[in-house]
């Protein structure tokens, strides 16, 4: 008798989601690190030293930035027709990127710049008129925006008219506090995507005035500012909730970060989840979670350290180098041109 696949799927998500609760319910002292995963996954301390971007590569992340703003969900927006008034007023567009127009109906304006939005309107308009003529008006920009998170003073949400900068997201979000004078706040991480990850330098920009550093930001990025107290690890890939999470002093092991991000996706691959340790050495492990599930096994469950990250691919994708040809070629530094000739990448093939 063959058993249906989803049913499969749904047997196994369920029993993960038990092992995840259960190895959270253990205390941090019983997480140790066997033999069996070797020197370079053992905890020896937090590692502090991280590839900040350069100059040239910051442009690179800049390159794919939009010229103009794009109108979105949130936006107040004022339309008005010449010579025609009834079908003049204000709209604020819908969270899935629609308003709604006399005689047109659902008008989807998500995703286009004003001009492109007075083209199709005026577009559709000329069924019913002749040289229908209109001018689209943003009142107020709420879908450009990212969040600050970690050590500022107001964390949060920022919302801009335009392409915003990391230097605006700081000065907005309340600057950096200064509790602590034996604390000093030395990088942040720019997060974009599920698959983007980027260092900044703050002593080099904020002491020592870097402008070169004041990277563009785009629509939802991340800014995570740590304390130099603090450790971080980042999930990233196929997870729902894909970022930075802090490792407290007790330890935090691969399951405990892949819980805290939500678990994997339906369409995540956890077969072949990825540990990436010390970037520039090229040390990467892979984690089979079915051996945590049917098997027990849980000689990988390694104790993590600072900066390691964990990548969730796509289920069907055959090699982890995929993700990177996504990305510029220039920006693939982020992830370390050590890790990109690693055989641990070849799935097969």
Request: hydrophobic share 40%; glycine share 10%.
């Amino acid at each position: 008798m063959h058993i249906n696949t989803n049913l499969k799927q749904r047997v196994f998500l369920v029993t993960l989601l038990l092992v995840l609760i259960l190895t959270g319910c253990g205390t941090t002292s019983d997480k140790v690190i066997p033999d069996e995963v070797g020197e370079a996954f053992k905890q020896t301390g937090f590692e502090t030293e991280i590839p900040f971007a350069t100059p040239e590569i910051l442009r690179a992340h800049e390159s794919n930035l939009n010229k103009e703003y794009e109108i979105g969900p949130g936006d107040k927006i004022q339309i008005d027709f010449w010579g025609r008034d009834a079908l003049s007023g204000g709209h604020t567009v819908g969270p899935f990127g629609k308003i709604t127009l006399p005689m047109l109906g659902e008008f989807n304006i998500g995703g286009l710049t004003r001009v492109q939005a007075i083209d199709d309107m005026t577009r559709l308009y000329q069924s019913f008129y002749d040289n229908p003529i209109l001018t689209v008006k943003i009142t107020q920009y709420l879908n450009n925006k990212v969040y600050v998170l970690g050590r500022v003073t107001n964390p949060g949400v920022i919302h801009f008219e335009g392409n915003g900068s990391l230097l605006e997201a700081l000065s907005l979000s309340g600057g950096l506090p200064t509790r602590d004078k034996t604390i000093f706040l030395s990088k942040c991480s720019i997060i974009r995507g599920n698959d983007q990850i980027i260092w900044v330098d703050l002593v080099q920009l904020l002491q020592k005035g870097n402008l070169k550093l004041n990277v563009k930001l785009r629509n939802n990025d991340i800014i995570h500012i740590p304390e130099s107290t603090d450790a971080a690890v980042f999930v990233m890939g196929e997870v729902k909730n894909p970022g930075s999470y802090q490792i407290q002093t007790s330890g935090l092991s691969l399951l405990d970060a892949i819980n805290l991000a939500g678990g994997a996706t339906e369409n995540g691959n956890v077969n072949e989840i990825r540990l990436v340790r010390n970037m520039e050495e090229g040390n990467v492990m892979v984690v089979d979670l079915m051996d945590f599930v049917e098997k027990g096994d849980y000689t990988k469950n390694a104790l993590l350290k600072d900066d390691d990250i964990i990548f969730v691919p796509q289920r069907g994708i055959a090699k982890f180098n995929y993700y990177l040809r996504q990305v510029d070629p220039l920006l693939r530094t982020f992830i370390s041109g050590a890790i990109l000739k690693s055989s641990f990448f070849d799935s097969g093939d």
